[in-house]
């Protein structure tokens, strides 16, 4: 896969593992448990979301830098389509069964499911996942074994799926989400979410602004991306927005 497809199936593939983690609970000799403190987290719901986004994309190679208009319709498809340097590169349909990218510059697309990408990051991959995380919403579902630290400004939400731990991190006044690490405890495979510059979109904040940090194991060691992202533009609302996606019959499929 040359390195600008590389780059943009990572940018897609916002990552966690998930696995199932049960805790049991002697009955016996148990000492009064302490009340969690109240967290609720100020998230984002919506019918149709569409922005228009900087990225650049980076690893210990080469950094890219594109354009990329984007709409979302609510647990079902997000669409993207990309530019580099005024040049229409690419598009992007991400669904519930897998994420296709198409080359405007090589006359070739990529289909992947979540199970490929899952085996290939060591990371398992859902849709929810990456749509949870490009709003800045919890990427994973509450639980009653979910643990809540409280310091003076903000809140720590503690998560575990499986091998993985997940840290949530809250502005207390804000309730916003501002940091999300995920690490695996039994790999080097980690993922930091950082989210900022968050302004009001109908009666919402939304994070324009935000870099992800993904290490992951691969064959050659250890491997780095990020990816830095900056909205100029984005805008929530229930009226339908069209999806448009094609692949001329000449490209080939790789």
């Not at 600008?4 to 966690?16: P, R, T």
């Not at 979301?49 to 984007?70: C, F, P």
């Not at 409280?150 to 998560?159: H, R, T, W």
């Not at 993922?191 to 870099?211: C, D, E, R, V």
């Amino acid at each position: 896969m040359n390195r600008i497809h590389q780059f943009l199936l990572i940018a897609l593939s916002i990552v966690v593992l998930t696995g199932c983690s049960k805790k049991t609970a002697s009955l016996t000799n148990q000492t009064p448990a302490v009340p969690k403190p109240t967290l609720n987290v100020d998230e984002i719901d919506f019918e149709y979301l569409q922005g228009k986004a900087r990225m650049t994309l980076r690893d210990a190679k080469k950094e890219l830098e594109v354009k990329a208009n984007i709409r979302i319709r609510k647990d079902s498809v997000i669409w993207m389509t990309f530019s580099v340097i005024g040049v229409q590169g690419g598009k992007a349909l991400i669904n519930k069964d897998s994420i296709t990218i198409v080359s405007n510059l090589k006359d070739e697309y990529y289909v992947f499911d979540y199970e490929e990408l899952s085996r290939r990051y060591n990371f398992n991959i859902n849709y929810g996942i990456i749509q949870s995380a490009m709003l800045g919403n919890l990427i994973m579902e509450r639980k009653e074994e979910d643990e809540i630290l409280q310091e003076s400004s903000l809140f720590i939400l503690k998560q575990q799926t499986g091998t993985v731990n997940v840290s949530n991190f809250v502005n207390a006044a804000s309730m916003k989400i501002e940091k999300v690490e995920l690490k695996e405890s039994n790999t080097s495979n980690s993922l930091t979410l950082h989210y900022s510059n968050f302004q009001p979109i109908a009666h919402k904040l939304f994070p324009y602004n935000g870099t992800i940090n993904l290490f992951y194991k691969a064959i050659g060691g250890l491997l780095n991306t990020t990816v830095i992202f900056e909205y100029n533009k984005a805008e929530l609302g229930d009226k339908e927005l069209k999806f448009p996606f094609n692949i001329p019959k000449r490209y080939v499929r790789r």
